[in-house]
């Protein structure tokens, strides 16, 4: 709200030779205030008194307001005032798409890592784009080339590193559907750091909770139990429980969420 503090002096008018108001500290510096009465009589025998105040114009004192106008802080022009501010809100979060481009360090593999067996990727929100082979292949998101003898899969978003391989396309029919909501393959945080989804988890974290994403400066993003909870993305300005040094996770805002397609 608008906060409005106003200073004024009020002087109660007496008699004769009150004073206005003031510090009281020196009386000769007050102006004198002079009361004039006046009595008629009506036609009808009744008197009326009337009474009127001056003061000499040479001494003549105003009363000064001073008003100071604050403007609202977004949470009260919003009515919330509660003054708890952690600083987790901001902008919506970017939602975009990366492939594997020049600027990729790209490692060559001798063997399909897919054993003739696929699935729709989870760090993906498109249909075709999917993910093969042993975990330890790391083939999170992968797409057929052109001429459908090779494929190309990112194996670490946040770093840019992607595997290359001889393959044979897959029946599309074959391909198993995504059971869960597509989840980043890294995220960029308000502050700039960047925190990409980890293979595994065997390190100890915060009140017993789970990290599936680790941070370019060394923090970790924390989840109850499964990585699809790390993400609250139920606005348009996604947030994480963020823990540095092993600390107690601090709600972090999402500037931008990556997933892999073109």
């Known amino acids: 709200m608008y906060r409005t503090a106003i200073t004024s002096c009020a002087a109660a008018l007496l008699l004769v030779g009150a004073t206005a108001c003031g510090s009281g500290d020196d009386a000769g510096d007050s102006p004198t205030v002079m009361e004039t009465t006046s009595v008629s009589t009506t036609e009808g025998g009744e008197t009326e008194t009337s009474s009127s105040t ?18 609202p802080t977004s949470s009260e022009a919003d009515g919330d005032d509660d003054g708890d ?11 975009v798409n ?15 890592v897919c054993g003739g067996s696929a699935y729709q990727s989870q760090f993906s929100t498109q249909d075709d784009v999917y993910t093969c082979g042993a975990t330890a292949s790391s083939a999170l998101a992968c797409l057929d080339d052109e001429g459908g003898e090779t494929a190309t899969c990112v194996a670490n978003g946040q770093d840019r590193i ?18 869960a909501e597509a989840i980043p393959l890294y995220v960029e ?19 017993d909770m789970f990290s599936w994403y680790g941070c370019s400066d060394g923090s970790e993003l924390l989840t109850e139990e499964q990585i699809a909870d790390t993400f609250d993305d139920d606005e348009q300005a996604w947030t994480v ?9 601090v709600e972090t805002p999402v500037a931008k969420a990556v997933f892999a397609g073109k």
């Open 98 to 112: 990366v492939w594997v481009d020049d600027s990729w360090k790209v490692e060559e593999v001798d063997e399909d």
């Open 54 to 71: 001056t003061a000499p114009s040479s001494t003549s004192s105003s009363v000064e307001s001073t008003t100071t106008t604050s403007s």
């Open 189 to 207: 945080l308000g502050d700039g750091t960047t925190c990409g989804v980890l293979s595994h988890d065997q390190a100890q974290h915060w009140d």
């Open 85 to 95: 501010d952690d600083g987790a809100a901001g902008p919506a979060t970017q939602v």
């Open 162 to 179: 992607a595997i290359h391989f001889p393959h044979q396309p897959i029946d599309p029919a074959k391909v198993s559907k995504r059971e």
């Open 241 to 249: 429980e963020r823990s540095t040094n092993k600390g107690k996770p």
